[in-house]
């Protein structure tokens, strides 16, 4: 009878620990695929765009910035009108859509966030992007006496979020792929 107990009380713990085990595994596999999809719809986009247009906004002030490496808009001296010339064709065809894609993965990535919350700093993106868009609409009526968003593009900010987020999230998928970590 003592053998019967103990054979059941055997199987007893297999199952719970396989059970268990099972439980854990699937827990990890679906944190892995939630960290791949905020590494490839959200965090690695983000990323390579603050980094895009950080480094092209710095080709424009090394080619049309004022002496000393400022941008026309960071001077005492107002921009002539061939740089606000010059700054609405880089608006228009680099800076706007670099932008415009840095909101829409907010927006339609918004489930992908680590915060609980919506960041402000990712809501401040969001309405400089709509004051471009009411800036460039008027630049296409041809009315010219706006040249810059009603709210400030949060560039630093932003890179140093995009850039945390990227590498937070690639050291927790190294952990979960059982990668050792280096340095």
Not at 46 to 63: C, H, I
Not at 103 to 108: G, Q, S, T
């Amino acid at each position: 009878m003592i053998a019967v107990v103990v054979t059941i009380g055997l199987a007893f713990v297999g199952y719970v620990v396989t059970y268990l085990n099972g439980l854990r595994l699937s827990q990890r596999q679906e944190r892995l695929a939630r960290v791949n999809r905020q590494l490839s719809d959200f965090y690695g986009p983000l990323f390579a765009l603050t980094e895009a247009n950080s480094r092209t906004f710095g080709a424009f002030v090394e080619r049309h910035g004022r002496p000393g490496g400022t941008s026309p808009f960071d001077h005492e001296i107002p921009p002539t009108a061939e740089e606000l010339t010059e700054w609405r064709l880089w608006v228009t065809t680099v800076f706007l859509p670099n932008i415009r894609a840095m909101r829409d993965l907010v927006i339609d990535h918004a489930d992908l966030l680590s915060e609980p919350e919506m960041p402000p700093l990712l809501l401040q993106l969001c309405a400089h992007v709509s004051g471009y868009e009411v800036t460039t609409a008027r630049w296409a009526q041809g009315i010219h006496d706006q040249h810059l968003s009603v709210v400030s593009f949060p560039s630093e900010e932003l890179a140093a979020y995009a850039r945390r987020g990227f590498a937070t999230l690639k050291r927790e998928q190294a952990r979960l792929l059982g990668q050792r970590q280096e340095g």
